[in-house]
């Protein structure tokens, strides 16, 4: 996992990218702040926050000092750095305070029109060299930079929450990125001490696409008629972090809902959007048909649409290897290492072949039966 995750597959030559002094974040919310806070500890450049009106970001920015004061009374930072830090971070209302940013990373609410305004009024005000990324979890990047009049400068940076603590980081180019614009995004994910997995600008990139994928065959079973505790513990035998109806809750049932609407436009067939997920979000009773099944039955189904999902984001050339895939899993999702990865559990089990006709490893990388 390390060794790849220090050599990325397909990153463009190092040489290529340009020094970050100065970054700006777009938004002041919770993940605008912990995005201002990891780039101040990391680059040591200062960072600026922009948001709609002046409570935000005065909300924003103070939620960084609190998280450096929590830091300091741990012991992680000396006093000194933690003056550093806070004068690090700054915020304003005009984005005319990224004049001079070389790297701005919007961090707003999903919704296509919003993010393509808000490069639209970063562009105005940025160098032509100012990379500007976006950290949407599932849009397409391309969409999102289509509008501007150097589309070639916009990459994804695709951070996973916790961001301090999870390694993992998604780094999207779209059909116009540019080598240069890209080596920079690498160059910026290496020093904030992230594994980085170069992917294609396809909707919900890797992680979100199979959970959403393991998810909606979870919550499938359950419209069916099987029992919410049953089908919530039939994942327990893989060891994941969580249950799928815990992740569910973590990461809230609108986020899951938009991710689950974002595949479904691109991939009906295969990513359905369930009822009962949009009552979840409104907090009202599910409703259930009469075809329960066991707990075994929802494990299967889930692994087969793994299976399926994964061969078809390697058809699409989502990732350069199957290897990012496994990197992906293990570090964004918390897939278990005693498994050696999710493609070679697959291969090991006997899925891969069932469901795809071949296996994702060469014979032998895993073919020890699983135990």
Known sequence: VQRRAKRPAGAPDRALARPVGKAGVVGAGLMAAQLALLFARRLEVPVVMTDLDTERVERGVGSVHGEVDTLLAKGKVSRDKANRLKALVTGAVDTAA????????????EEMKVKQQVFADVEAVVSPECVLATNTSSLSVGEMASRLDHPERVVGL???NPVAVLPLLEVVRAERTDDASLATAFAVGAQLKKSCVLVADRPSFIVNRLLTRLLGEVIAAVDEGTPVEVADRALEPLGLPMSPFA?????????????????????????????????????????????ASTAQDVRRRALDALAEEIRLMLDEQVVADVRDIDLAMLLGAGWPFHLGGITPYLDREGVSEQVTGRRFLDPGVASLPSR
Do not use: K, M, W, Y
């Open 98 to 109: 990224f004049a001079d940013a070389d790297l701005v990373i919007e961090a707003v609410f």
């Open 247 to 291: 992740l569910l809750q973590l990461v809230g049932p609108p986020v899951a809902l938009h991710v689950a609407e974002t595949l479904h436009e691109a991939f009906p067939e295969r990513f359905r959007v369930s009822e009962n997920l949009r009552r979840l979000g409104g907090a009202e009773l599910l409703v259930q048909g009469d075809r």
């Open 158 to 160: 695709h951070f996973f």
